[in-house]
């Protein structure tokens, strides 16, 4: 018994260390978010909803994460804009989905 309380707590102080840095990246990663929507003249008003999550490395339960999508829902049409970034949040790729289009940004 002396052996197992020891082992419970540094298993979930493991699991604490690894868990919420991940979490926390993803609300760093807003505002980076947000200045490459005011780059592309995209008001706040605008936007409906903005959700950020990890890209993982291919294969079953991988928890490698190689980078992170943004999806930017808007309330003024039916589609929404990707912001695909790298681990440390640089924008590698933008583009646009459904019925929404802006100037100079690709659409699928």
């Known amino acids: 018994m002396r052996n197992i309380i020891p082992k419970a707590v540094l298993s979930a102080a493991l699991i604490a260390g690894v868990t919420l840095p991940a979490a926390a990246r993803f609300e760093n990663l807003r505002p980076d978010v947000e200045r490459h929507l005011s780059t592309k003249g995209i008001s706040e008003a605008d936007v409906d909803k903005i959700s950020i999550l990890p890209r993982r490395r291919a294969?079953?339960?991988?928890?490698?994460?190689?980078?992170?999508?943004?999806?930017?829902?808007?309330?003024?049409?039916?589609?929404?804009?990707?912001?695909?970034?790298?681990r440390v949040g640089h924008v590698k790729d933008v583009y646009s989905r459904g019925a929404c289009s802006f100037p100079g940004v690709p659409s699928y």
Do not use: Q
């Not at 294969?59 to 790298?86: K, Q």
């Open 59 to 86: 294969g079953e339960g991988s928890d490698i994460v190689r980078g992170y999508n943004a999806t930017v829902s808007f309330h003024n049409c039916d589609g929404h804009l990707v912001i695909s970034m790298n």
